[in-house]
Nanobody, 126 residues
């Protein structure tokens, strides 16, 4: 129904920056809440950032506050995650997620989201 494709991952040294993008296709809607999650080897998937449909609400996990920015372009069906001042602990596979109905549901929970991308690898070297 909805396909999400992440891009922009790669290898970067600590202190560097990467910009991840998520392109949505299929039965897309600008009303979807969008989120970014990440999963490192041996760890569970964790919430990174989210943005509501209008872009006036964003949320971040404490560890990335002040370093990451989430934005969306509804006209282009894309959401981006700008990652600055990257740290080795940011190394993970990053997943884009879309939720069609997130009212009264926590945006930090993976269960809130209906669609997921395949992930893009981000590796931050020391």
């Amino acid at each position: 129904q909805v396909q999400l494709v992440e891009s922009g991952g790669g290898l970067v040294q600590a202190g560097g920056s990467l910009r991840l993008s998520c392109a949505a296709s299929g039965r897309t809607s600008s009303t979807y809440a969008m989120g970014w999650f990440r999963q490192a080897p041996g760890k569970e998937r964790e919430f990174v950032a989210a943005i509501n449909w209008s872009g006036d609400f964003t949320n971040f996990v404490e560890s990335v506050k002040g370093r990451f920015t989430i934005s969306r372009d509804n006209a282009k069906n894309t959401v981006s995650l700008q990652m600055n001042s990257l740290k080795p602990e940011d190394t993970a596979v990053y997943y884009c997620a879309a939720g069609a109905n997130v009212v009264r549901r926590p945006m930090y929970s993976p269960l809130t989201y209906d669609y997921w991308g395949q992930g893009t690898q981000v590796t931050v070297s020391s």
